[in-house]
Structure formats: structure tokens, C-alpha cells
């Protein structure tokens, strides 16, 4: 019986469904490594794994080797360590490294998570992306500026998607980014230039270095927009159409970059732009799930478990191309002002009546909750229908109609 080990820092509502997939494997020993004690698992799924072991901090892949070198004492040779953050990828691949576990090793996971890295290794491999240059200190960001001019956009090296990005549009906001940001040797930012467009993302599933399926979305409006503007109330769609001919194009792009940055087996999660002259430029990638409910609209328009797939390809190696047979999206409830807690929740019966039929799951603001520290928002709506365009109607119905206001 082969043993497979999830990270989990902490046991949230999302990595719970990632372990209750891993202990519903058949022939394989489930074990969680985590930073919460085991009485927090709930007792129905504490009883289906094998194993708890914890440890003061899941980001040290120090730690994590000696995790699973415990764990192998008890139970056998660990042959998978996984974990879905993308703060856990560059951990997990030192802690297999060290502790001799299959899998994405340190280098790769470097080339997926520094930016800087990735933007260099897709360079030179021939590959569209956003000129940028890696800024340790402030003459590095005029350099910047001197070779693709304003706007530029500036972000941790080790960021996830859009958060903690700035958009700096003159010389004053530089210089305020710069003093706020204060880049250095041991703290360096990437700096690219602004690429417009719109945005997309490519999921894909890559076994033993091969593509064997993909998948992708359209961002409404794109990310950096949205956190620029705390007002908007943005949607994904997942088109009915699994091979439109604009990802159609795109596919051997995602391919030959999945593949100068190592990707072996896994999903994989690729934001991408097409520019007003047609032309692709890639944005970034992870190595991992992707997040802003993708997974779950992954698993409805393909009628399947996409989080179990998911474990049982890290796993077992195993996937099955799957047929799409509707289009899905999510439309993300974000409040009005500048208050702290949610003051009222409008439209939603107007809302319900135009497109109901087509909402599937939904996550609605509460009078009195706190605002959201995060960019999906205080509430969230997915809808699933038979084609793209009536699915893109429900989730216009939904951010038009319905309305947070804070106070």
C-alpha cells in the first residue's frame, strides 16, 4: 500500500475537500501534515486517515522532510507529498528533495513560483512574455522605465496572481511605490511592463511531461483591474466550448512553457492576455490547482469531481480526459464604499427571478459580516447553462442586479 502525504497548514473549509479525496483513495495510506492540532479534523475524516503529524511551521521544507521521515518509520516509504498552496510549492519540493519523495524537485518549483525566474527561463525560450527586469534596487526600476517607458506594474517576485501588484503610471507613483516597497537584495520585486488586453486563464493536466487535457477561462474584467477598483463586482465564465479557437491557438504556447519550466505531472494554472493586435503574451503560471472557484466550475461543466481528479493525478499518475457539457461561471459580490461591515444586500430577488434557474451554488453577504480581506469579495453566485452566451447573461443578471453596500 503505497503512502501519500498532504500539507495542510491549517484545516480550512477548501483543504479539507483535498484530504477527504486523498483518504477516499483506495490502496493508499493517507497521512496530513499540518500546523493545526488533529482534534480540529473533523472526526468523520480524522477516522479515515492514517496518520497526523504536526509541525510548527508547513513553509519550512526542513520541517517537512522530517515529517516524512517520521511518517515513513510508521507507515513505509512516503511516496507523494502534495499541498494546493502556491506558498507551499517551493517547501514541499525541498522537503522531497531531502527526504527522497518522487516529484517536482526545487529547481522547477522555482521556475513556477519566482517571477523573475519564470520571466527569464520563458525568454529564453523563445517564449511571448512581458518584458520585465528584476528591480534590487530603486536605479533598477528606472532602468525599467528607460526601456519600456510607463505604465509599468510592480510585484514580489514570490507573489500570488495579482495581490500586492502595483500599477505605476508616472514618476510620482515610482517614487512613492519605491519608498513604501523598498526593494533589496534580500527583498526584490519583478518589475514588467503594463500588458493590455483581455485575460485569460489555461488550466492543464500534464502527466510524465506531456499535455493530456486542458481547460480555460475568461476573466471579466481582468484581476489587476479588479483590485484596482474595490467597487467592481467581476465574473469567470467557462465557456461551453472546450476548444474555441482562440485557446485552440494558444495550446502549444501553454505547452512550451509548461515544458522550459519542468512541469512533470500535475495542474497546472496559466493566466494569459490577447493583445488588441491578436498577439498572446503569457502572464504567469503555478504548479498547483487553480483558485477564484475555477475547480468548481472545472467539475461542473464536466459533470465530475475535479479535486478528486486532482489527487488521484498527483497520486496515482492517472487522469481521464473529460468531455465538457455545459458552460459555468462564478460572479463575485463585492461591497460599496468604504465601510467595514455589510450594511444591505439588494437585488437579489430581481436577481433570482431573471436568472435562478441557472444558479447552482451560492454564497450570499450577510447583514453585519465584516468586509472581505480578500479580492473575491463578500459573496459569490456560480451559475452552470447549456451554452456560453446564456450562461454570460446569468452572470450579467447577477452583478447588475445585485447590489453590497457597506457601512
Known sequence: MSVAVLVAPYFQDNTLRYLSALAELPGVTSVVISSDPEEKLPPALRARLAGHYRV?????????????????????????????????????????????????????????????????????????????????????????????????????????????????????????????????LDKPLQGEEFVTGSEHTCETVTVNGRPVWHSGTHYLPGP???????????CVLLPKEAELPMFRDFWPTNTAALTALGMDTGLSHMEWFVRKDGTACISEVGARPPGVHIMPLMSLAHETDMVANWVRLMVLGEFTPLERKWSTGVAFLRGQGTGKRVKGVYGLERADDLMGQYVVEKSLPKIGQPRADSYEGEGWVIVKAPDTATCRQALKDVITRVRVDLE
Open 56 to 184: 510548527a511551521n508547513c513553509m519550512d521544507g526542513g520541517q517537512l522532510a522530517a515529517a516524512c521521515k517520521a511518517i515513513a518509520r510508521s507507515f513505509g516509504r512516503v511516496e507523494r507529498l502534495l499541498g494546493v498552496l502556491e506558498q507551499l510549492q517551493i517547501p514541499l519540493a525541498e522537503a522531497r528533495e531531502i527526504a527522497g519523495i518522487p516529484g517536482m524537485h526545487a529547481r522547477a518549483a522555482r521556475n513556477f513560483r519566482d517571477k523573475a525566474q519564470m520571466k527569464k527561463v520563458l525568454r529564453e525560450a523563445g517564449l511571448p512574455c512581458a518584458r520585465s527586469r528584476l528591480i534590487e534596487a530603486d536605479e533598477d526600476a528606472w532602468k525599467l522605465i528607460e526601456e519600456v517607458g510607463f505604465p509599468i506594474i510592480v510585484k514580489p517576485v514570490d507573489g500570488l496572481g495579482s495581490r500586492a501588484t502595483w500599477r505605476i503610471a508616472n514618476e510620482t507613483e515610482l517614487k512613492n511605490a519605491l519608498k513604501s516597497l523598498r526593494p533589496s
Open 224 to 234: 489587476l483591474e479588479v483590485l484596482e477598483n474595490p467597487w467592481i463586482q467581476y
